[in-house]
Nanobody, 125 residues
Framework: QVQLVESGGGLVQPGGSLRLSCLAS????????IGWFRQAPGKEREGVSC????????RYSDSVRGRFTISRDNVKNVVYLQMNSLKPEDTAVYYC??????????????????WGQGTQVTVSS
């Protein structure tokens, strides 16, 4: 059974850091482009970051560029999202998802196929 599981979310103060993990089971993650997305209450799901299947290409939304870093460990079958300098507006449920292998990844939600169940990130003092 193909499954993506996100973890690492939680409550953090503004300016703090979290590292999210996207762990794959039932398939080999290194074949896929992986994206991180988030959805805040009352808002549409938006792309945050993505990484190509070989890790050579990454992309970030304007709102997180310079604060978030995506990486992947294809041996451990996991993709990470390191989030630093967190702001209250980063509060959302964060999801990872798979796209077919591409030289360059995209943050378009509709391009992604399999999704995890999400992990809550709350930034608040």
């Amino acid at each position: 059974q193909v499954q993506l599981v996100e973890s690492g979310g939680g409550l953090v103060q503004p300016g703090g850091s979290l590292r999210l993990s996207c762990l794959a089971s039932g398939f080999t993650l290194n074949y896929y482009t992986i994206g991180w997305f988030r959805q805040a209450p009352g808002k549409e799901r938006e792309g945050v970051s993505c990484i190509s299947n070989r890790g050579g290409s990454t992309r970030y939304s304007d709102s997180v560029r310079g604060r978030f870093t995506i990486s992947r460990d294809n041996v451990k079958n996991v993709v990470y999202l390191q989030m630093n300098s967190l702001k209250p507006e980063d509060t959302a449920v964060y999801y990872c998802a798979t796209d077919r292998p591409n030289r360059f990844c995209t943050l378009e939600v509709a391009r992604y196929d399999d999704w995890g169940q999400g992990t809550q990130v709350t930034v608040s003092s």
